[in-house]
Structure formats: C-alpha cells, structure tokens
C-alpha cells in the first residue's frame, strides 16, 4: 500500500498540477557529485546515466533556469514563459572534481545551468573532505565495524552488502562525528587521524577519486555558459560552531577566494551541513552574499526570504519514481 500510495504521488501529472499553483516559484534540486557508470555510488553520488535520465524527465514537466529566475520570482512573481511550468535551480554542494567531468556533459547535453557551491579551502589545496577520509577507511577497505567508544561515541557495525544499508551505517557515523564539531576540533582530528591509522592503499587510491575541484576546474565550467558558482564555506565547517570572529573570516575568505578566481562578484552560499540560525544569516548578509540556500525542503517563491531558500536533496539510490515524489511533496507543500 505505502509503495502503491508514493507512485501514485509520483505522477508527473501531479507536477504539472503543482507547477501552476506555484505562482512563479522556483523549485531548487540539491545534488552533491556524480559517478562515473559502474562505478561505487553512495547515498549522494549519482550515476551519470541516471542524472541524465534525470534531466530528461524533468524537461518534460519543467523548464532549468538560472539563479536570475530567483531575483525575478522575489520581485513580482513573474511565471516562466511557458505559463504553467515548472522551473527549475539545479544546485550542487561541495566542489567535486566529478562535477565538471561528469555532470558538466550532461548539462551541456540538455542545455541546462547550474549553480556549484565550491568549498574554497579544498578546491585551492586539493586537500579532500573530512568526511571523504572517514567514508574511505569504511568504504574502501570493506570494514564491518569502527569503534569510536575512545573518542566519546560508539561502536559501529556496518551492513555486509554495498547497498543503501550499509551506505545509512556509514552516515549514522558521520553524523555522530559532525555532533562533536568541525574537522579541527581535537576530538574530531583524533578520530581522523586514527581513521588514518587503519586505512590501507584501497582507501589512499578511493581519496584520489573525492579530488575537490581547483582554479583551473572553476574557469573551465565557467567558460562552459552553463554554470555559476557560489560559496559553501571556506573549509566546509559547520557555521554555527563557529564565534562571530572565525565566522566573518570564514565567509570572507571564501568569497575572495571566487571573486579572485572568476572575475566576477559571488552572491550565492549553501550553509554546510544546512545548518543555519539568526546570527549566521546576519554574517552571510554582512558579509555580501545576496542569497542562501537551506537543506529544507520546499518551493522558493514572492515573498520567501532570500538568505533561507528552500531546496530538494536528491541522492544516489532514488530512482525515476522517489525523484517526482521529492519534486511532488515540495510542490504540495509550497503550493
């Protein structure tokens, strides 16, 4: 029944109904990297031929427009051309290398923008993720358990089978990690460290394949027509944990490191991590940035608050049906 309930949610004629009671709003996806077919997917990580096949359902039922269709909807609630449409932002966090080799094809394919949250600390030092180091030593080392009791959490098992089970054990990890604060808190550089300690040669070539994207990566895409980019924090640090001080710095040092690499000014950030609060979106306000991008779910319309812009996830396991029940639900509930 729950299966028969979301398919019939699912009904791209159920989006179309959406889209026309939107009023000129702009449903924003959120994807993170792509991977090359056949090769490890993960709870974030997209198969390339599936982004495609993506893309070219969506085209049917929307239109994908740029982070400009954001100001206009803001301003008077203007609807796309094509009246009774979906638009869509497609948005992508982090900075992966991926994104330009795997994802740019794609969006040339379809003609469509996109907007890129960079990290800005990785793409100029190619140092990978935080998370990435820990994904690996569970990933590419094929551990069944992580015992983390030392350092104030638990101890971890992890499904047998490379399948969403085991990719929400890993996940279970990294949120209990991400509790105890940034990367470059002691206990959380211990843990990496000790994840370090029992990796292997498999988990040092997986880091190779997490290469965040660099300068000449950035101007690249840029040069493509299709994408714009904007900030996900210097060093991916969750900005809330962050004093008023680190946190101006963190924002400015991000911001100049794109408006130096692209020649042009940086108005959009995606909050690391989706976490967010009144003081944070004073900084993100104080420090430039014209808009922000949140992790909850919804429809950006007139009137929506520029710096607290709504977006759907969209993640590695949801096939064509998961994919309009997320569009679906955040049109219902935005409409």
């Not at 994802?103 to 030092?125: C, D, M, N, R």
């Not at 140092?127 to 990933?139: G, I, L, M, N, S």
């Amino acid at each position: 029944m729950k299966a028969l309930v979301k398919g019939v949610c699912a009904s791209p004629l159920l989006t179309r109904l959406g889209a026309a009671r939107t009023r000129g709003g702009v449903l924003i996806l959120n994807y993170h990297d792509i991977a090359a077919d056949g090769d490890p997917t993960c709870w974030l990580r997209v198969p390339q031929a599936e982004f495609d096949r993506q893309l070219s359902l969506l085209e049917r039922v929307g239109e994908f427009v740029t982070p400009d269709a954001l100001a206009a909807a803001a301003q008077d609630g203007r609807h796309s051309a094509r009246e009774g449409r979906l638009r869509l932002l497609l948005t992508f966090d982090d900075g992966y290398v991926n994104n330009r080799y795997l994802a740019l094809p794609v969006l040339e394919k379809h003609g469509a923008p996109a907007l890129f949250f960079v990290s800005t600390f990785h793409a100029a030092t190619g140092e990978p993720f935080w998370f990435d180091r820990v994904v690996a030593c569970v990933q590419a080392d094929r551990r069944e358990t992580l015992d983390l009791r030392e350092f104030g959490l638990g101890w971890y098992g992890f499904a047998t089978a490379d399948d969403r089970h085991r990719w929400e054990d890993v996940e279970r990890v990294l949120v209990a990690i991400k509790t105890l604060g940034n990367a470059d808190d002691p206990r959380v550089d211990a843990i990496l460290r000790r994840c370090e300690e029992l990796s292997g040669p498999a988990a040092r070539k997986y880091l190779t394949g997490c290469r965040p994207l660099g300068r000449d990566d950035l101007r690249a895409m840029r040069a493509s027509g299709l994408c714009s980019f904007g900030s996900h924090g210097h060093r991916h640090e969750i900005l809330t944990y962050l004093d008023d001080v680190a946190l101006a710095a963190n924002l400015a040092a991000s911001r100049a490191y794109l408006e130096d690499a692209l020649g042009e000014p940086t108005r959009d950030i995606a909050y690391p991590n989706g976490n967010l609060d009144g003081r944070v979106v004073r900084a993100v306000q104080e420090a430039g940035f014209k808009r922000g991008y949140t992790t909850v779910r919804g429809v950006a319309r007139s009137g929506h608050d520029p710096l607290r812009l709504p977006r759907v996830l969209i993640g590695g396991y949801d096939d064509p049906t998961t994919l309009f029940w997320l569009v679906n639900r955040a049109l219902l509930a935005g409409s």
